[in-house]
């Protein structure tokens, strides 16, 4: 008898977003040194994994049933918060554009993939693939699944979230079946402060370095800076001479729970600083509700220089559609490897606005080549805060006169046997000197040549016949060439920008023709 065993995908009965989390944050402290980190007392950075959950496999199932255990493991995981402008691009592949720690985690992640992948080549039974059933093709074993944690927000479209009045508890998934509720804060209308600190407010909005604010009762408003997390800020009400730091009473909360006291009414929104992409409708900058419109692609903001990284949010809509192989891996696998579900940490969160620019912009696709299919991602929040988040630095210390800055490394981490850790500054090695630059010393192992290069030997360990066809091509020379030859992956992405993620920035194709 043939026993077909679908993966574990209820979360609430397996692993729990918390359990995630804590899992993440102890990867964290424990297997990254402190190089790379930032200095609490006056630095913060954002963290961003990939976690293996596998659960038991078939026949340890039929030797035990009902006692269904998994194995989580981080196996790729990054921090960071910058990201290099246009200018500062190269055509050679060898600098990081994107350190956002969303993205270092994700090219981490396809560092273990490759490696994986020649696990699996040189036939030896731990990788996590199985032979597909066209030649040269693997596919996923099924017992195991991927789940993406990110101790923020993902910056972007996910980002521009409501601010409600009263103090209502937004719901707040936290299990597969999303329970508890998200901690309440004291929320009130802009109409509460005076003319001046109104004023004070709009400015502060269209600050580059403010991305997003919203007012609090008793006159303290919340601004959230270059790491998209809370910072209090003290203002006088016009009918009060002192400012206070807003509280929650708990009675509140229960009495409005108990009598379903009013709907929340949506006061403002939190704001993003990525702006949109060339040619796409802008933002209306009406302070307050009409300060952004939701849904639109958005690049990252830069240091004055643009940059040409899209958001977070986006990347993150494309993976759910084309998987997170890339189109070089996409040569190696039967199915594109797509994440079962996005986990957040402690911090402004909202179901509906994740929903939004994740799932429900690429939703209605169709005409995908054979495997590809937008995914309903689960899309959960943790109660655990990270470390060395802004807000967990600022409550640490809330009467430092010291400047937070975000942290100016970011640092990489793949499960591989061979330097799985990768510190860089400014999309270079850390520590590399201008002179340096260039050399192979100064380059991330997860930069562009060198993910092209790991990928290059794999292929050339295999012999031509067990090749998959599209790479039995002889005239493969150039990143750009080897990319273009995944078909059914570029066929996706050319229906997916046609259908949903129309005007996303491309790199020019001579940042892509290095070899």
């Not at 201008?434 to 012999?463: M, N, P």
Request: proline share 5%; net charge positive; aromatic share 6%.
């Amino acid at each position: 008898m043939h026993f077909c065993l679908e993966p574990a995908l209820a979360p609430g009965a397996m692993w729990s977003a918390d359990d995630i989390a804590e899992l993440c944050y102890l990867h964290y402290r424990t297997r990254l040194p402190k190089q790379g980190k930032p200095d609490p007392n006056r630095e913060w950075t954002s963290l961003a994994a990939v976690v293996k959950v596998e659960s038991a496999a078939q026949r340890e199932v039929l030797a035990s049933p009902g006692n269904l255990q998994v194995t989580k493991e981080v196996v790729a995981m990054g921090t960071g918060t910058k990201c290099i402008g246009q200018n500062k691009m190269r055509k050679t592949g060898d600098i990081l554009n994107d350190s956002h720690a969303e993205i270092v985690a994700k090219r981490s992640f396809q560092r273990y993939l490759l490696h994986q992948m020649w696990l699996a080549a040189s036939h030896q039974q731990c990788s996590i693939f199985i032979p597909g059933t066209e030649t040269g093709k693997w596919k996923l074993k099924p017992n195991i699944i991927f789940v993406f944690f990110s101790s923020h927000t993902p910056c972007g479209d996910a980002s521009i979230i409501p601010i409600s009045e009263p103090e209502n508890q937004l719901p707040k998934p936290g299990t597969g079946d999303g329970a508890a509720g998200q901690s309440a804060e004291c929320r009130s209308n802009h109409d509460h402060l005076g003319p001046e600190d109104k004023r004070k407010l709009e400015k502060m909005a269209s600050n580059h370095i403010i991305k997003r604010m919203k007012t609090d009762d008793g006159g303290c408003f919340s601004v959230i800076t270059e790491d998209l997390s809370v910072q209090e800020v003290s203002v006088k009400r016009k009918d009060d001479t002192n400012p206070k730091i807003c509280e929650c009473s708990a009675e509140k909360q229960t009495a409005n729970k108990e009598t379903g006291l009013g709907r929340p009414k949506v006061v403002d929104v939190y704001r993003t600083g990525a702006k949109c992409v060339p040619g796409e409708l802008g933002d209306a900058r009406i302070p307050g509700l009409g300060y952004h419109s939701v849904g639109l692609l958005r690049v990252k903001p830069g240091r004055g220089d643009r940059t040409c990284s899209m958001s977070c949010s986006d990347k993150l809509a494309r993976w759910n559609v084309l998987g997170c192989q890339g189109a070089l891996l996409m040569h190696f696998l039967q199915y594109p490897l797509y994440l079962s579900a996005i986990i957040v940490g402690k911090c402004p969160y909202s179901q509906e606005a994740m929903r939004r620019a994740i799932i429900e912009r690429c939703q209605h696709i169709s005409f995908l080549p054979d495997g590809f299919l937008p995914q309903e991602v689960k899309l959960l929040q943790s109660d655990l805060q990270f470390e060395h988040s802004r807000q967990a630095i600022q409550e640490v210390q809330p009467n430092s006169k010291t400047k937070l800055v975000p942290c100016s490394a970011a640092i990489s981490w793949s499960a591989v046997p061979e330097q799985p850790l990768d510190v860089t500054s400014d999309g270079f090695r850390q520590g590399t000197t201008k002179k340096a630059i260039g050399s192979h010393q100064s380059r991330s192992k997860i930069c562009k040549v060198e993910l092209f290069h790991t990928f290059q030997k794999l292929v050339t360990s295999i012999s031509q016949e067990d090749l998959p066809d599209t790479l039995r091509v002889k005239t493969l020379e150039t990143y750009w060439d080897y990319k273009e030859a995944a078909l059914n992956y570029q066929e996706a992405w050319k229906v997916l920008r046609s259908q949903a993620l129309l005007g996303w920035v491309k790199n020019a194709k001579e940042y892509l023709h290095f070899t």
